[in-house]
T-cell receptor, first 114, second 112 residues
Framework: AQSVTQPDIHITVSEGASLELRCNYS??????LFWYVQSPGQGLQLLLKYFSGDTLVQGIKGFEAEFKRSQSSFNLRKPSVHWSDAAEYFCAVARPLGNEKLTFGTGTRLTIIP | DVKVTQSSRYLVKRTGEKVFLECVQDMDHENMFWYRQDPGLGLRLIYF???????EKGDIPEGYSVSREKKERFSLILESASTNQTSMYLCASVGLMTYEQYFGPGTRLTVT
């Protein structure tokens, strides 16, 4: 069975600093990979996704993620965070050519300090 | 703009009550999902539906049932609510083979 690990429960970053959120997955082959963001009081929004090809993926709101097969990782990055990036971030995987079911990690809560 | 709506943002029910949570999408999506979200546990799939009147159990279906009579509407039913079903419930829909799930704003259910 596939699984997703987000080792950091809570991260605090200063506004303007760079950010990296970690995600590791367990799957027999290369899954489809996703990052979602949940702002306070809202549903989840897709930031970016990886299916195949270029391992560096650009998303919305200035985020990017890099797929590293050797490390079974799909870490999310942003060069300079803004106060509005404070939210909870979820990594997710799906079986390629499956039924669109996602398996989510437990999430990382991001706090931004001025 | 794509939209997934849920019938209530906040709901308070008593133990033993039958609870209906409704989800409506306007994107003509085939697949719809119900998750519950709990702190430290992330999102866990309760049920999903890949077509009208079709459903499959997710990872935590116990205590829940679902109904999908129309393509745009997917209902989650708690037959007899219990306090351990106090949670945030999120609905999502996704078009066939796109994998991009669109989420509703969630219903925070409290069972007392």
């Amino acid at each position: 069975a596939q699984s997703v690990t987000q080792p950091d429960i809570h991260i605090t970053v200063s506004e303007g600093a760079s950010l990296e959120l970690r995600c590791n997955y367990s799957y027999g082959a290369t899954p489809y990979l996703f990052w979602y963001v949940q702002s306070p009081g809202q549903g989840l929004q897709l930031l970016l996704k990886y299916f195949s090809g270029d391992t560096l993926v650009q998303g919305i709101k200035g985020f990017e993620a890099e797929f590293k097969r050797s490390q079974s990782s799909f870490n999310l990055r942003k060069p300079s965070v803004h106060w509005s990036d404070a939210a909870e971030y979820f990594c997710a995987v799906a079986r390629p050519l499956g039924n669109e079911k996602l398996t989510f990690g437990t999430g990382t809560r991001l706090t931004i300090i001025p | 703009d794509v939209k997934v709506t849920q019938s209530s943002r906040y709901l308070v029910k008593r133990t033993g009550e039958k609870v209906f949570l409704e989800c409506v999408q306007d994107m003509d999506h085939e697949n719809m999902f119900w998750y519950r979200q709990d702190p430290g546990l992330g999102l866990r799939l309760i049920y999903f539906s890949y077509d009208v009147k079709m459903k499959e159990k997710g990872d935590i279906p116990e205590g829940y049932s679902v109904s999908r009579e129309k393509k745009e509407r997917f209902s989650l039913i708690l037959e007899s609510a219990s306090t351990n079903q106090t949670s945030m419930y999120l609905c999502a829909s996704v078009g066939l083979m796109t994998y991009e799930q669109y989420f509703g704003p969630g219903t925070r259910l409290t069972v007392t």
